[in-house]
């Protein structure tokens, strides 16, 4: 009975500290089920199964502020991501993949300091899918995977963050995620450190939205200099709308992803675009179809160059209230090399639930 009452009093303490110190605790829990084919000829797969962040990235985290006064408030974010599938971490051996962060906010915006999603992977997911919708997004699938290029870092460690306010419907963020592997290389040659730096501007307000982002990730063995045109940097840029007539919210989007020439690799690209539609069926319904293509640029010295892909997405989702939500849908994507030969095929036919607390 001492023990129970000992037990009771200290979880009352820890739930009134977190109320003096305003953290709270957040997530998202989203699992899927379904067939999941992929490959092509004698490699190709199927396979049912329940998997994770089917509509969202399954998360958890905490965060809080301290009210500093005259509007200033100094913030934490330490968020991780999981598999509920199988209850692992995302990243193993990583406590917080996702964000962790500190930094201050204010009438002037924001300023967070830490892991975190870079400016450029912000307006992609806030703008460029249909729903948020992860597992079966066709701009996952064939900007991302079925490319010539890399696919962009989306979150930096060691990275500064600015976030402006909001004025008259525009807005922005600019990052710099520090590499800190500089050294010397054979011979004394200094190396530089690797470094992204990432930026996005936005106009949002009513049914319209417009969208810019530019990143460029620049490798040990380049040039010094972050925003130089020397060889071993990787540029994306991403222009992206939206616009809701009520009965339909259209999407828009055009990525260039390049690699500049090192001695070794020819200069690449690719040119990607996407197109997609959400629309309401009820207060509680609403129905998403988006396309995406990629096509890379084809050079003589690179037999892998010239990949093409495409892909198609149809989602339906239903909430029971305003935390869980009810989906299902398909998603069929293709790769093919630049003599038109199928080198990757995917489909998924899949259902699941998302809660978010």
Do not use: C
Not at 177 to 199: F, R, T
Request: avoid cysteine; hydrophobic fraction near 40%; glycine fraction near 14%.
């Amino acid at each position: 009975m001492k023990k129970s009452l000992v037990f009771l009093a200290a979880v009352a303490a820890m739930g009134g500290a977190s109320a003096q110190s305003s953290v709270s605790l957040y997530g998202i829990a989203d699992v899927a089920f379904g067939q999941f084919k992929s490959g092509v000829g004698t490699a190709e797969t199927t396979n049912i199964k329940l998997e994770s962040s089917g509509l969202s990235s399954s998360r958890w985290g905490m965060k809080g502020s301290d009210d500093l006064g005259g509007g200033l408030k100094a913030e934490f974010v330490l968020e991780a991501g999981m598999n509920v599938d199988t209850g692992a971490q995302k990243a193993a051996g990583v406590a917080f993949d996702r964000v962790a962060t500190v930094g201050l906010s204010g009438s002037f915006g924001a300023v967070a300091l830490g892991r975190q999603a870079l400016p450029y992977d912000s307006l992609w997911g806030d703008a460029n899918n249909t729903f948020d919708n992860k597992l079966m997004n066709p701009t996952k699938s064939v900007w991302l995977s079925n490319t010539d290029v890399a696919k962009y870092k989306d979150r930096g460690d060691n990275a500064i963050v600015f976030k402006s306010a909001k004025y008259g419907g525009f807005s922005g963020s600019v990052g710099l995620a520090l590499g800190e592997n500089k050294g010397k290389g054979v011979g004394g040659v200094e190396l530089g450190a690797d470094q992204v730096l990432s930026m996005q501007a936005r106009y949002a307000d009513g049914p319209l939205m417009v969208g810019f982002g530019y990143q460029t990730q620049k490798s040990q063995n380049a040039a010094t200099t972050l925003l130089s045109a020397s060889s071993g940097n990787t540029s994306y840029m991403l222009m992206t709308g939206s616009y809701d007539l009520g009965m339909a919210k259209l999407i828009a989007g055009y990525n260039q992803t390049k690699r500049d020439a090192t001695i070794n690799v020819k200069e690449a690209s690719d040119d990607q675009f996407q197109v997609g539609v959400d629309i309401p069926l009820s207060s509680t319904a609403k129905v998403g179809i988006g396309y995406a293509t990629s096509k890379g640029d084809v050079i003589s010295s690179n037999a892998t160059s010239g990949k093409k892909g495409s892909g198609f997405s149809v989602v339906g989702v239903y909430d029971l209230s305003k935390r869980t939500t009810l989906y299902g849908g398909l998603l069929n994507t293709k790769a093919e090399n630049a003599a038109g030969v199928e080198i990757d095929k995917s489909t998924a036919f899949a259902g699941g639930i998302r809660h978010k607390f």
